[in-house]
């Protein structure tokens, strides 16, 4: 099994097109249910004889006892479950061991985001006097104009950028290219931006595709980014637990506050199932009742 697992791994990396970041789960969340297995049968390692729906329920039951979060417990069981249909193609398994095993039932919390007045004040708060400044009120404009996730602004390359139309084409999950769009105010302040970018990096002298860059004319990380974030909330002195995902929340639900065709900002977001996007929907109908039940004389 533990072969099978590195297998796995390969056939998420180079076949799947998987991120390194989805490939380290799978293998962080199959590495632990391959170690409960070994301590479970007081084996140095697991046969495929041995991978029963039995002692994937065994583990599971082990994972509530350890207090697990319900979206942890679900994604260990959503690995176990593809691990399984893999070894089951190649043969190793005649049946997926994991397909009956039900995950917890999950909470439904509706995604966190800032009103239209917060995004005003978050975007207005890096100065203007310093490239540092410029560079992530283009940054964070581009975050909530565009939609897009925080991996995919600091993989973009200029060459994916094209102001003249407000347009950037995005590698989303699974390595899938989109194309998003960028309002007026995003575009103005990429363009200042990169002016900026180009007398930085004359004086690195370096030569990167990337758009936004660090201050040695690097290209930025996801990290980076949530940390210039803290930084500007703070100075707007609104919500420290606010993260570069909300600005993509906000995006979303403002614009279907204004009427957008689900469809289209399903197709913006990239997301590949409608059900996702449709979250969107009851954080907008919510709002409505509360405004209804405030307003309404007989409500």
């Not at 099994?1 to 490939?23: C, D, I, P, R, Y």
């Not at 691990?83 to 089951?88: A, E, P």
């Not at 009103?115 to 004040?121: G, I, N, R």
């Not at 104009?145 to 950037?168: H, K, M, Y």
């Amino acid at each position: 099994m533990e072969q099978g697992l590195a297998e796995f791994l390969t056939h998420l990396g180079l076949e799947k097109n998987a991120s390194e970041k989805t490939v380290k789960s799978y293998r962080e969340d199959l590495t632990q249910a391959l170690v409960f297995a070994r301590d479970r049968l007081k084996k140095s390692h697991v046969d495929p004889a041995d991978w029963t729906t039995r002692l994937l329920r065994a583990f599971v039951a082990w994972l509530h006892e350890q207090k697990y979060a319900k979206t942890t417990i679900a994604r260990r069981l959503a690995a176990v479950r593809s691990f399984g249909k893999f070894l089951c193609r190649g043969g190793v398994l005649a049946a997926n061991p994991a397909q009956g095993l039900r995950g917890p039932r999950q909470d439904k919390r509706l995604p966190h985001f800032l009103t239209l007045a917060d995004v005003h004040k978050l975007l207005a708060a890096p100065p203007g006097a310093d490239w540092a400044g410029r560079r992530d009120r283009a940054m964070l404009e581009t975050l909530y104009s565009a939609g897009i996730r925080v991996s995919e602004l600091v993989g973009l390359d200029l060459l994916s950028v094209d102001l003249n139309d407000g347009v950037i084409t995005v590698r989303g999950k699974g390595k899938k290219e989109r194309l998003a769009l960028l309002g007026p105010d995003a575009v103005r302040a990429i363009r200042v931006w990169l002016d900026d970018r180009a007398v930085l990096l004359k004086a690195a002298g370096k030569d990167t595709p990337a758009v936004f860059l660090n201050n040695k004319g690097g290209r930025l990380t996801t990290r980076s980014v949530g940390r210039l974030l803290a930084k500007h909330l703070k100075a707007a002195g609104l919500d420290p637990r606010t993260s570069p995902h909300t600005l993509r929340h906000s995006f979303a639900t403002h614009m279907l506050d204004a009427g957008a065709d689900i469809r289209g900002v399903q197709e913006l977001l990239g997301h590949k199932s409608l059900a996702t996007t449709q979250v969107y929907t009851h954080v907008s109908t919510q709002r409505l009742q509360k405004s209804y039940q405030k307003a309404h004389p007989r409500s």
